[in-house]
């Protein structure tokens, strides 16, 4: 029998079609608790590769017949060791391509609507780690929103899509992730947008994301507007484009809100929050769709693999926008948050252009899941 | 400082899986309470060999990092069963500062590697296997406070001791494995 490659890009279709899978994560318990591959449909075992050197008849019986199997490592090694075990004695079975190193990086374009004029607009989903970024396209121009650090999908989905990337919009300084925004803008000739509260530190150029300011894509003018909106940071800025949808940034989320502590001011930063979440956000056409920076669970993807959802449905539904005491609303977001995002700091001083780590230093800092949200 | 090893292992350069494989194949050669030294450049071995190591009942005693190299320290079957300890005169972990600074010394019989990854403040390293050619370094006029991970290693050392004269000679339990107190690292 055969053991074969999955790539990660498969292991998307999976999710997004709601496809059964088998996965045996062979990586070490404490990495498999922290973060693994999630999908609504995914069956898992996890026995860490040291315990299968010796052969994994021990495991075969719990490896079902009737849905693909894949096994899953840090790098790809381990699993592809496993995997060649388990075709020797007799079964099919997929490993990883390039381990869970390679599903943190993987970043799948995903239409979200059309916009005026015969604009679209796109969300990037990074399943892997759960960040989603977003570009706006109207007639031969393009914005992005909030990119990852793999500035090439952007780049290569505007030339496949014929537009010239204008500006580039960073909601926050991000904490959880590196930031390809201001090498996206180096790299096109695009404006780079920060929003200066949150630049204090920064040490390259950048053009402040003030309130109210508004951005015309293409022929047909298609706005993006900026609405300050602080609270998981103090510069933390929302976009309205089309006057269709809204862009939370880590402000609000579809099943949680987002966290006040990643900049280590908590305390300073509950009441913008609460401001943001019931007052600014009340003020807005419960129309709107509301497009977050993240998600953090399975559960929050829509049918066709996107992240959105009305924000009149988020009023009612998510919990982080119905606390009505002000005092309760405080402890949620300050007392007993999650564990902090892996190397956060760290990120925050390479998104500041203070420090410039190489790619793997870049891989290691953002293992594992995001975090930025309270529930 | 150096770290003493029984056995070395290099495994520089490979990527995961090889070196916890290698590892694997590598600890059949030793006997048990043997330390071998695995070097490795892959960053992932620190969690997985810690992981291995504990699973299968080896003592993981730590590792250090000098220019991009990893040098792991374990010692073979560190967990093994606890025998039944004979020494009588025994004293408990939480005693022991005390009755240190009335006079007497501690005495740490684990291998040289584990009193270097912590041991307790001024306390004298003499690994087991060392003491009875090392014993005129000790007097017997004073207390001595034995301790190793598990009170094992120390049981056997305080009966070797008092076999040669050392009459005040105390087991210290449960020993460094159940130590909260301070500790002191020579790495």
């Known amino acids: 029998m055969a053991s074969m490659k999955m790539t990660a890009a498969q292991v998307a279709r999976k999710v997004i079609e709601n496809q059964p899978l088998f996965i045996l994560d062979v990586r070490n318990g404490d990495a498999y608790e922290d973060w693994k591959i999630e999908g609504h449909r995914f069956d898992y075992l996890n026995v860490p590769y040291f315990h299968l050197i010796d052969g994994v008849e021990e495991i075969l019986h719990a490896l079902p017949t009737d849905k693909d199997v894949l096994v899953v490592c840090a790098k790809e090694g381990s699993s592809q060791m496993v995997a060649e075990m388990i075709s020797e004695a007799g079964r099919d079975v997929y490993y990883l391509e390039g381990g869970m190193k390679s599903w943190s990086s993987y970043v799948e374009p995903i239409k979200v609507g059309n916009l005026t004029g015969g604009g679209e607009l796109y969300q990037f989903v990074r399943f892997g780690k759960g960040c989603l970024s977003y570009m706006v396209i109207s007639e031969g121009e393009a914005a992005v929103i909030d990119a990852v650090r793999f500035t090439d999908e952007f780049i290569n989905f505007a030339k496949e899509k014929n537009v010239e990337i204008k500006h580039v919009f960073d909601t926050h300084l991000h904490a959880d992730h590196i930031s390809g925004g201001r090498h996206i803008a180096e790299e096109t000739g695009a404006i780079y947008y920060l929003p200066p509260k949150d630049a204090t530190e920064v040490e390259f150029e950048y053009t402040p994301l003030e309130d109210g300011l508004s951005i015309k894509i293409g022929v047909s003018k298609l706005e993006v507007g900026a609405l300050y909106s602080p609270g998981h940071t103090i510069g933390s800025t929302s976009f309205i484009v089309d006057s269709k949808y809204l862009l939370t940034g880590d402000i609000l989320f579809i099943d949680s809100i987002g966290r006040p502590d990643l900049a280590g001011l908590a305390e300073d930063w509950v009441d913008d929050l609460r401001q943001t979440l019931y007052i600014r956000y009340r003020e807005l056409s419960e129309e709107l769709t509301v497009l977050p920076a993240h998600f953090m669970i399975i559960d929050e993807l829509n049918e066709d693999g996107t992240v959105a959802k009305r924000l009149g449905d988020l009023l009612i539904e998510n919990h982080g926008l119905n606390i009505e005491d002000e005092a309760e609303f405080r402890r949620t977001v300050t007392d007993n948050l999650p564990p902090q995002p892996n190397a956060y700091q760290q990120i925050r001083q390479v998104n500041m252009g203070k420090v410039s780590p190489n790619h793997e230093e870049q891989i290691e800092m953002e293992i594992g899941p995001n975090r930025c949200a309270v529930r | ?187």
Request: charged share 30%; net charge negative.
């Open chain 2, 1 to 187: 400082m150096f770290i003493k090893a029984d056995v070395h292992l290099d495994a520089k350069g490979y990527a995961c899986p090889m070196p916890i494989v290698k590892t694997k194949t590598a600890m059949n050669d030793l006997t048990d309470g043997q330390i071998l030294e695995v070097q490795a450049t892959d960053k992932g071995s620190i969690a997985d060999l810690k992981a291995w190591a504990e699973s299968v009942g080896h003592q993981y005693i730590g590792t250090i990092e000098d220019h991009g190299v990893l040098f792991h320290f374990i010692r073979k079957n560190g967990d093994a069963e606890v025998t039944e300890k004979k020494f009588e005169q025994t004293i408990q972990n939480d005693e022991l500062l005390e009755r240190v600074s009335n006079g007497g010394i501690v005495l740490d019989v684990r291998e040289q590697a584990e009193y270097a990854f912590g041991h307790i403040e001024g306390a004298k390293s003499i690994p087991l296997g060392e003491l009875e050619e090392r014993l005129v370094e000790l007097t017997k006029d004073q207390e001595i406070y034995v301790i190793c991970r598990t009170g094992k290693r120390s049981d056997l050392a305080a009966q070797k001791l008092f076999e040669k004269g050392f009459t005040k000679v105390y087991n210290v339990l449960p020993g460094m494995s159940s130590w909260n107190g301070p500790l002191e690292k020579n790495i």
